[in-house]
């Protein structure tokens, strides 16, 4: 029987350490920086609506990475 350990494995960590900045940047540029270059309104709604679905999209990319990427040895 295989024990699991209560710390998250490697895999789990790459992907967080791939996928967090990529999101969190991608909010930034998307939620204050574009909207701010283009003359638009920084509305909270839009923020708070916005900021899961980075962070979800982010995730998802650092998966895609660390799935389909070949490791560096």
């Known amino acids: 029987m295989v024990k699991k350990s209560s710390t998250m494995t490697n895999k789990r ?3 967080i350490r791939v996928g ?3 999101g969190i940047g991608m909010f930034i540029i ?3 920086i574009l909207p701010y270059f283009n003359g638009e309104p920084i509305v909270l709604k839009r923020v708070f609506i916005a900021f899961p679905f980075w962070i979800l999209g982010g995730l ?3 998966y ?3 799935r389909w990427l070949p490791k560096e040895k």
């Open 64 to 66: 895609a990475m660390n």
């Open 13 to 15: 960590k790459e992907i």
């Open 60 to 62: 998802l990319f650092g």
């Open 30 to 32: 998307m939620t204050f």
């Open 20 to 22: 967090l900045p990529w």
